[in-house]
């Protein structure tokens, strides 16, 4: 090695996907290739070759609340009712954005994910049954992390 070069960082890939807008609800998810997306009237689903990986993200209204929507409130009443077996891992989330991630009892691994514009909130989950440094499940959770809420 020349004196003065520095080393190369290893870099975790990013995702490298194509983006998918819903046509009228101004939500924007990564679709990786060879994934499969449905769209239905109430969610949006992305699923894994081998469908053991699965992100779904709903989206909800606020109706005629002036009171801005929380996203740290919403996943506290989430987590109330989970089926959480072990030990949970929290974020300490934002007013716009609050994540968790448990294991359920039947040894599947989620990451759930509450993403508000104040007026719109959306539920977004990954389930896999993989182990969480699998690949596949490591891919499953960059698409829930790249949710958001598009601006009108």
Not at 4 to 22: F, H
Not at 64 to 88: C, I, M, S
Not at 95 to 118: C, I, L, P
Request: with cysteine.
């Amino acid at each position: 090695m020349k004196s003065g070069t520095k080393p190369k960082s290893r870099k975790v890939p990013k995702l490298s996907a194509g983006t998918y807008t819903v046509p009228r609800g101004h939500v924007s998810i990564s679709v990786p290739a060879f994934w499969t997306l449905r769209q239905t009237n109430d969610d949006l689903e992305v699923e894994a070759p081998s469908g053991a990986t699965s992100v779904i993200v709903t989206a909800f209204q606020r109706n005629g609340h002036q009171q801005v929507l929380d996203a740290r409130e919403y996943l506290d009443n989430f987590l109330e009712t989970a089926p959480k077996n072990g030990r949970l891992q929290r974020d300490r989330g934002t007013r716009q954005r609050a994540t968790a991630r448990y294991k359920d009892s039947d040894g599947d691994h989620w990451e759930v994910t509450f993403v508000t514009d104040g007026a719109t909130l959306l539920l977004a989950t990954c389930n896999t049954s993989f182990p969480p440094a699998n690949k596949e499940a490591k891919t499953g959770f960059q698409v829930l992390e790249s949710v958001m809420i598009r601006k009108k």
